[in-house]
């Protein structure tokens, strides 16, 4: 019986830990539905509260140490619209990726782009985070979730490993070591406030790259 009990428990701890749940960055302001794993790697959505018609996030992606943190907004790897980002000293490099085969994904061209967000864009002494607003993000294609969907799975890949060109964002990166999908509420991820959080997406000034 105590063995029992404590097994339930471990398993109870690790769902809880994957589940996404609504976090407010103390930097930006800005609340996401936001998925975290043990690795320190998290990813976050927040939305508009109409739903219709509507193809733009905010998304806020970023992890412990060096390496890549990835998300797949279809689910999947494979012909999903899939986004990496890793931190560059002070900033951050990032892409848009697919891929039809498992490998390295080649970086993704389309109507989509992503803005950066200033203030939920940091380097601190745990984490590197990467806010930004994704407009076109949400595609009709089936390669992202719907815009109309209530619980999308979306899929989540990490290395701790920087990728070997890490000021180049077209960088092939190495196979994740750890990823998995987890449902995203929505419901949790929308607010009133979208339309003033997107209004600080700023295109970002040229970057410098000492590395
Ligand atoms: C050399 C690079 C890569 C290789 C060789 C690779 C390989 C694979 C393989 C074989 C699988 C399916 C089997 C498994 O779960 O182990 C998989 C799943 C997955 N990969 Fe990759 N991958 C690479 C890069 C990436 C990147 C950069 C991303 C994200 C942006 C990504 C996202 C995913 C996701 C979301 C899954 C699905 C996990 C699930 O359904 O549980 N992969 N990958
Ligand atoms: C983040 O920046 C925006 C303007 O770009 C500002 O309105 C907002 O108050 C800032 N967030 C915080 C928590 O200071
Ligand atoms: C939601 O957005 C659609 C498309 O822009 C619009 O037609 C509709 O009136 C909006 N609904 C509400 C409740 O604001
Ligand atoms: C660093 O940022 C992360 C989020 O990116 C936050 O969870 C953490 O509390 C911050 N750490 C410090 C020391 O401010």
């Known amino acids: 019986m105590k063995l029992t009990n404590v097994l339930t428990g471990a398993f109870a701890t690790v769902t809880f830990a994957q589940t996404p749940t609504p976090y407010t960055d103390v930097k930006s302001g800005i609340t996401f539905n936001r998925f975290q794993d043990t690795s320190g790697y998290f990813f976050g959505l927040a939305l508009p509260q109409n739903s219709t ?42 892409s848009f990726r697919k891929t039809a085969n498992y490998g390295s994904p080649a970086v ?11 203030n939920g864009t940091y380097v601190n002494s745990t ?10 993000c949400i595609q009709s294609d089936d ?12 899929g989540w890949a990490l290395n701790a490993q920087a990728p070997a060109q890490r ?45």
């Open 53 to 94: 018609g509507n193809t733009d996030f905010i998304a806020t992606i970023g992890g412990k140490g060096t390496g890549y943190s990835g998300v797949s907004f279809g689910g999947g790897m494979l012909s999903k619209l899939l986004f990496v980002a890793w931190p560059n000293q002070q900033s951050v490099v990032s």
């Open 108 to 118: 993704a061209a389309g109507t989509f782009t992503q803005t950066p967000i200033a």
């Open 127 to 136: 984490h590197w985070t990467y806010t930004f607003l994704c407009s076109k």
């Open 143 to 154: 390669t992202t979730f719907k815009a109309t969907d209530s619980a999308p799975s979306l």
């Open 167 to 211: 000021t180049n964002a077209a960088a092939s990166v190495s196979r994740h070591s750890s990823q998995g999908q987890a449902v995203f509420d929505l419901s949790k991820a929308r607010s009133s406030k979208f339309e003033t959080w997107k209004s600080w997406a700023k295109p970002a000034v040229a970057r410098r790259f000492d590395a």
